[in-house]
């Protein structure tokens, strides 16, 4: 599939930018799922001109508005990312390849974390949540994936090509059933159990799920949501900052043409006002990347 602008987030940010680029004549696919944006079942007191409103409404609202102007949505995840000649390449979570022009990035802040004891002591002595950064550091070692969405099971299929054992722990598979599949015929031992804890002495031992089943290993790799931004971005040649946000321009540009971000990615203030923005900006500037409109 061919785009002019993918949008990869469905939260504020990426709505807006969805909504201006198509009304510059652009082709938009946005790609996510929506119960993720941290706007999704909570309240908005502060926001211009609204009262008291629920996230969702405004979710559902901003999705109609794009759908109305053109954009198209797949309700899934990237999986991986690159740049090629005269654009950028994605796959999706489905297996469906997209080539686009320019390309926005909207999809939140900070990896989701289990909050279990031991996950926060152990972080960087063997708890992780970024296998396709660390996996080299545990060639020949044993492993555990933790999640239930497509970015678990691909990093369980590959974490199976450097650790001696991989193991995946999915107490609720959302991932799309090709990706399990995938993961399970290279090798990939499942657990179907929450995890309760993870323990050792200065480094990681064992994860001890909740049905009380012990996986003795050196690693734990949290990997509770989508291709994290930080990711995304790296994959398209884009370095993110230390705190893994994304510098931007005034015209949400980044330091690669044709790469675009907006939303609580680009920093503080965390709030929909600054959202919207920096997505109407991102939007304009992506369009006009892609040559719509002229």
Not at 64 to 90: L, P, W, Y
Not at 181 to 196: E, I, L, Q
């Amino acid at each position: 599939m061919e785009t002019d602008v993918l949008i990869i987030g469905c939260g504020p940010a990426g709505l807006q930018a969805a909504i201006h680029a198509s009304r510059r004549k652009c082709s938009v696919l946005v790609v996510g799922k929506g119960r993720n944006s941290s706007l999704a079942g909570t309240h908005l007191d502060n926001y211009f001109g609204t009262g008291v409103v629920g996230g969702d409404t405004i979710l559902e609202e901003g999705r109609r508005q794009a759908e109305a102007t053109g954009a198209v949505f797949r309700e899934e995840n990237v999986i991986s990312s690159a740049a090629i000649d005269g654009g950028f390449s994605f796959k999706l979570e489905s297996g469906e390849e997209v080539v686009s022009k320019s390309v926005i990035i909207a999809t939140g802040v900070s990896r989701t974390k289990l909050g279990i004891p031991g996950e926060k002591e152990l972080y960087g002595k063997g708890v992780s949540y970024c296998a396709i950064c660390d996996c080299n550091f545990y060639r020949g070692r044993r492993v555990v994936i933790v999640g239930n969405e497509s970015e678990a099971a691909v990093s369980a299929e590959m974490m199976t090509n450097y650790a001696s054992e991989t193991s995946w722990v999915a107490w609720d598979i959302t991932a799309n059933g090709s990706l399990v599949d995938r993961a399970k015929a290279a090798g990939v031992t499942m657990y179907s159990s929450k995890p309760d804890r993870v323990e050792g002495d200065g480094k990681v031992e064992r994860l001890i799920l909740k049905d009380g089943t012990t996986i003795p290993t050196d690693g734990v790799f949290i990997e509770l949501g989508a291709k994290s931004a930080a990711d995304i971005a790296m994959d398209l040649g884009v370095m993110p900052e230390m705190d893994d946000s994304i510098k931007v321009g005034r015209d949400c540009s980044t330091e690669v043409p044709g790469v675009y971000a907006c939303g609580d990615i680009t920093g503080k203030p965390w709030q929909v006002a600054k959202a919207v923005g920096e997505g109407c900006i991102a939007g304009l500037n992506a369009a006009e990347h892609a040559g719509c409109g002229r």
